[in-house]
């Protein structure tokens, strides 16, 4: 006889009727639901659902299911061969993906792989009956007739080309280094959130700036590259500013996170005038270290 866990063994009633249980007598333990239980005190659980029973709504509990019955699936999956990744040898520990296979529980590991696999090729089979209907009905068709015939076509690109020489034909796949993506873009920009580039500005003007501005270091950069080697260093008028000095008298961005000398004992301010009242960006010198050289020679 099949055991109960599957199935088998006596009905619903009578395994209740040697129980003993009242009608809509739940056993305890039961974690579903049960209108009003909450408020009964002072009985039994089992008297409680039975009086609940007589004057609630009541539904039965269902007759206990078997397993689901499948098709013996391992008979048509592929051998494995090396190359291919689903096949009938699926190894219990394996933690690739399995299609559908989070769906499926209450069996074993293999039992459910081989569904699995079965029901995703089987799929997959029948998807590619359906395109190949698709393109054979496709085929089967005649061809339409195009609107405009070719010379004409050609007359009018003739035409465009004669009233708009200096537009180019067809658009360029790669974009100019300088041109500004859309707003939204949230890519790296160089320069903006560094520099004053970014300031006061919208998205478009600053990262036209930023990229003008970095296409610029970057034809300096390769000039300097093909020059000799010059010991001597480079003049202060050929240097950007902000390559020189890094706290700007205009005072740091808000949320600039890195260090500011004495900015921790100034208080009472907003962050950038408490910046702008600090001596790193209030002097006028190209850069603190000169300022500090000229402080200590005026002492």
Not at 186 to 213: D, F, S, V, W
């Amino acid at each position: 006889m099949t055991s109960i866990a599957f199935g088998g063994g006596p009905p619903l009633q009578q395994r209740r009727d040697f129980a003993g249980l009242k009608f809509g007598t739940h056993v305890p333990g039961y974690r579903g639901y049960c209108p009003q239980i909450k408020y009964k005190v002072g009985r039994t659980y089992g008297d409680d659902t039975h009086k609940l029973a007589l004057t609630k709504d009541h539904r039965l509990p269902a007759d206990p299911t078997g397993p689901e019955v499948r098709n013996e699936a391992a008979d048509r999956l592929p051998d494995a061969t090396g190359d291919n990744r689903y096949t009938k040898e699926m190894v219990p520990g394996y933690t690739g993906y399995i299609p559908r296979k989070i769906y499926k529980y209450g069996h074993r590991y293999k039992e459910e792989c081989d569904y699995c696999i079965d029901e995703f090729l089987n799929k997959g089979q029948r998807n590619g009956q359906k395109l190949e209907d698709l393109q054979r009905s496709v085929r089967s068709h005649s061809k339409l007739d195009p609107l405009r015939f070719d010379p004409l076509i050609r007359e009018e690109l003739n035409r465009y080309r004669d009233t708009h020489p200096s537009r180019p034909v067809l658009l360029e796949d790669k974009r100019a280094l300088t041109e500004p993506p859309m707003p939204g873009y949230h890519g790296y920009i160089p320069r903006i959130y560094t520099t004053e580039a970014g300031l006061g500005t919208r998205y478009n003007r600053m990262t036209k700036n930023g990229l003008e501005m970095f296409a610029k270091e970057t034809s300096k950069d390769s000039e300097i590259r093909t020059l000799p080697v010059n010991t001597q260093s480079l003049p202060v008028s050929e240097m950007p500013g902000y390559a020189r000095r890094m706290y700007l008298t205009d005072g740091m961005i808000p949320k600039y996170t890195g260090y500011c000398p004495q900015r921790r004992f100034v208080f009472g301010n907003t962050y950038g005038d408490t910046t702008r009242s600090l001596n790193v960006c209030k002097h006028q010198e190209p850069s603190f270290g000169d300022y500090t050289v000229k402080v200590n020679q005026s002492l």
